[in-house]
């Protein structure tokens, strides 16, 4: 599902997500537009808590032509759309939004492409083993790209058993083998043993929630490390995880492969990778 291109006429998009003040995603999406000649085309943010994301969106008159979706909204982005992509259905969470001719919307998830991307280009293959830290709408794409991977197992770890339970059927509807860790909220020490032995670590957690892994976890060299988080970069434990060897996958990295599909949807024109690439990179370094 995508969008289309009307010559001459003013189209918006937008992040949402609360906090959003972070987001480098119109960077990305800007520098795609002025590459793509897009002249009439612009991005923004917008601060956003999943409770208000129906009514916002109601909202949002006809030139807006696509959403991005980020923490905490990506299961209410389901409610709103009319349609559906099996992928996004699958994980029960979606990160973009795209407006379609009759003014409805289409839910879909290109964090689960984005992932695969990034993770086969890190080196990940078929019958790898997965621990997976969190268990919101990031989590469950991260369990869908496990699948298109061909993991051989997922290990999830999180606080709250009621976001474990809920996991158990997506992992099972895509075809995964999934064991569960609790990670008690007034706990000062990590389980250790899933990240010890594992071949990749998705970290999908918010700011400063796996700090205390980083200070008592022990790599393995060469264990594929992925953490969701940009900001800051690096995060402890991606320092911790480089620092021991392991082979390091950012979130800047998926930030820019799901931008790829968003873009692309939404405008229905090939995306000008090398300069989003480009601009996002200078935007990092402070350019």
């Known amino acids: 599902m995508t969008g289309s291109v009307r010559e001459g006429s003013v189209q918006r998009a937008a992040v949402l997500g609360k906090p959003i003040a972070h987001s480098l995603s119109p960077v990305i999406h800007n520098a795609g537009y002025a590459a793509a000649g897009l002249t009439g085309w612009s991005y923004t943010r917008i601060e956003c808590a999943a409770a208000e994301l129906p009514a916002l969106v109601a909202g949002l008159g ?39 001719p009759d003014g409805s919307w289409y839910a879909d998830n290109t964090d689960v492409t984005g992932m695969v991307e990034v993770l086969t280009e890190a080196g990940v293959r078929p019958g790898a083993t997965v621990t997976v830290l969190g268990a919101g709408g990031t989590a469950r794409a ?3 790209a496990a699948a298109r ?18 996991l158990e059927p997506v992992a099972a509807a895509l075809g995964v083998t999934m064991t569960s860790v609790p990670w008690p909220q007034a706990s000062a020490r990590f389980e250790l ?8 670590v998705v970290s999908t957690v918010p700011k400063g929630a796996a700090d205390e892994v980083a200070d008592s976890v022990r790599w393995r060299a060469g264990t594929v490390v992925f953490d969701a ?4 970069w690096p995060t402890p434990l991606a320092a911790s995880a480089a620092a021991a060897g392991c082979l390091i996958v950012s979130g800047l990295d998926l930030l820019l492969a799901q931008a790829i599909g968003q873009f692309e949807q939404f405008t229905g024109v090939p995306a000008p990778r090398p ?6 990179a200078a935007a990092c370094a402070g350019g």
Do not use: H, Q
Request: hydrophobic fraction near 55%; charged fraction near 15%; avoid cysteine.
């Open 62 to 100: 006809p030139e807006w032509a696509g959403l991005s979706v980020t923490m905490p909204g990506k299961e209410a982005a389901l409610t709103v759309a009319a349609e559906v992509s099996p992928v996004a259905a699958a994980v029960g969470a979606a990160n973009t939004l795209v407006r379609r």
């Open 193 to 200: 043993s899933p990240l010890a032995g594992t071949d990749v």
């Open 229 to 232: 988080i940009y900001d800051p």
């Open 142 to 144: 991260a369990l869908a």
């Open 275 to 280: 300069a989003m690439s480009a601009a996002l």
């Open 149 to 166: 991977l061909d993991a051989a197992g997922v290990t999830v770890i999180a606080r709250r058993p009621a976001a474990l339970a809920e």
